[in-house]
T-cell receptor, first 115, second 115 residues
Framework: GENVEQHPSTLSVQEGDSAVIKCTYS??????FPWYKQELGKGPQLIID?????GEKKDQRIAVTLNKTAKHFSLHITETQPEDSAVYFC??????????????FGTGTRLLVSP | DSGVTQTPKHLITATGQRVTLRCSPR?????VYWYQQSLDQGLQFLIQ???????AKGNILERFSAQQFPDLHSELNLSSLELGDSALYFC??????????????FGPGTRLLVL
């Protein structure tokens, strides 16, 4: 089936703390997992992605981990800053019946970083 | 700035009307994707075009249609509009056909309000 679950729906942290957002997917054939950040009034912006042949990827304060056996992946943000406040979406690729991928998105996590 | 442009930014119309949303992909990108984002449904994939041809279909209503022109810009046509069609409509583009987990870059969106 096509389903990506994302938790939590809201997350409030203090500046400097870490934030973790978790997603699970249902299709074992999924092989591409991007994370998007959406600020108010803007379109989603890709912040990091991971493919199924990699277990972890890091880019400065942002890291993503993937557990293919358990079918879950997580976004980790360290040393959070107020400008990290936004809605974060995970997504998983799903190969449709035409053979081409489509992205199925999680329901989003609203992250609020307080100074 | 992702390089994907969408017009108009805002659109207000009445039930039963027809509107056209326009998208220009990033320079060189061959695929265009359309998504609908509403408060209760999250980001829903509607349809993908690759180099002028329909490639993949998601939860697109029969009242909605899209096309991609030779210059690769795309239009999403929404007809017989209902109150429930009020949402943000995003266009995204990727370099090729999207078959191997290609990065999708999102535009700023068109906010549609049906009164």
């Amino acid at each position: 089936g096509e389903n990506v679950e994302q938790h939590p729906s809201t997350l409030s942290v203090q500046e400097g703390d870490s934030a973790v957002i978790k997603c699970t997917y249902s299709d074992s054939a999924s092989n591409y997992f991007p994370w998007y950040k959406q600020e108010l009034g803007k379109g989603p912006q890709l912040i990091i992605d991971i493919r199924s042949n990699v277990g972890e990827k890091k880019d400065q304060r942002i890291a993503v981990t993937l557990n293919k056996t358990a079918k879950h992946f997580s976004l980790h943000i360290t040393e959070t800053q107020p400008e990290d406040s936004a809605v974060y979406f995970c997504a998983a690729s799903l190969r449709g019946n035409t053979g081409f991928q489509k992205l199925v998105f999680g329901t989003g996590t609203r992250l609020l970083v307080s100074p | 700035d992702s390089g994907v442009t969408q017009t108009p930014k805002h659109l207000i119309t009445a039930t039963g009307q027809r509107v056209t949303l326009r998208c220009s992909p990033r320079s060189g990108d061959l695929s265009v994707y359309w998504y609908q984002q509403s408060l209760d449904q999250g980001l829903q994939f509607l349809i993908q075009y690759y180099n002028g041809e329909e490639r993949a279909k998601g939860n697109i209503l029969e009242r909605f249609s899209a096309q991609q022109f030779p210059d690769l810009h795309s239009e999403l046509n929404l007809s017989s509009l209902e109150l429930g069609d009020s949402a943000l409509y995003f266009c995204a583009s990727s370099a090729f056909s999207g078959g191997a987990g290609e990065t999708q870059y999102f535009g700023p969106g068109t906010r549609l309000l049906v009164l």
